[in-house]
């Protein structure tokens, strides 16, 4: 049992570690090196977000941590310009949405893009 999530582990968290790098790119952010060390990861993700560095502390929190994730990728789809679709893939399927938020270039539409206003 143990061998196989070791190696899950090792194959699979660099992968998303990668993808982690990319969102924050393409959203305009340089992770730096962080973006590999679990947990501080999310520092990057959440100034892309918007949303205060101290929720840090909640995604080390039982059951609280699902609600935190959840808030999360719901404002980094905003920030990427995705839909609902995207958000409900990130939250549910991270092994799907996450990959797609790294990979994707353009804007999907949807109802909860934020519109940017260039004055």
Not at 31 to 47: N, T
Request: glycine share 8%; aromatic share 14%.
């Amino acid at each position: 049992m143990f061998e196989y999530f070791g190696c899950c582990f090792i194959i699979f968290y660099p992968l998303y570690c990668y993808c982690l790098r990319m969102i924050c790119e393409k959203a305009g952010h340089e992770p730096g090196c962080v973006i590999w060390v679990p947990i501080i990861q999310y520092i990057p993700l959440l100034r892309i977000a918007g949303l205060p560095l101290w929720m840090i502390v909640l995604f080390v929190v039982p059951g609280v941590n699902v609600a935190a994730d959840s808030l999360l990728w719901i404002h980094v789809c905003k920030a990427r310009g995705k839909g609902a679709l995207t958000m409900i893939a990130a939250i549910l399927l991270p092994f799907i949405g996450i990959p797609y938020l790294a990979y994707s270039d353009s804007a999907s539409g949807g109802p909860f893009v934020v519109q940017r206003r260039t004055e």
